[in-house]
């Protein structure tokens, strides 16, 4: 899946070491620019791809990312972690300001009809 959008938050990268060796990841939060925007934290997993990536607060981005999900004690956790960002042009954002919809038009107020000694009533309705 693609998701385009504004870097609005780098957080601190973590690192550590398994049996395959040492690692390092960093997530990173997008926002889109709908007419109501989205927010999406994603992970970047790899020294390697971390400085392929090179990822800075303020870029527009185009991330490729992979949704996974798994348990842990009896609870289950979501992971988006990218395999491509692409830096995008800020000019080909199509950033239109939001603008609410017109209100319906409203009828012509009528007179009222003459009011004729046949026709008085005092109810309000």
Request: hydrophobic letters at 40%.
């Amino acid at each position: 899946m693609d998701l385009q959008g504004k870097v609005i938050a780098v957080l601190p990268s973590r690192s550590g070491t398994n049996a395959r060796g040492e690692w390092m990841a960093q997530d990173f939060v997008i926002e889109t620019h709908d007419t109501y925007p989205r927010k999406m934290v994603f992970s970047v997993f790899g020294a390697d791809r971390l400085q392929r990536f090179n990822v800075q607060m303020g870029q527009e981005i185009l991330v490729s990312f992979d949704i996974d999900a798994h348990e842990y004690n009896g609870r289950w956790f979501n992971s988006v972690r990218a395999y491509d960002v692409r830096q995008m042009d800020p000019a080909s954002v199509a950033s239109a300001p939001f603008t609410a919809p017109a209100a319906a038009p409203q009828p012509a107020p009528q007179s009222a009809p003459a009011a004729s000694d046949d026709n008085i009533d005092d109810l309000p309705f």
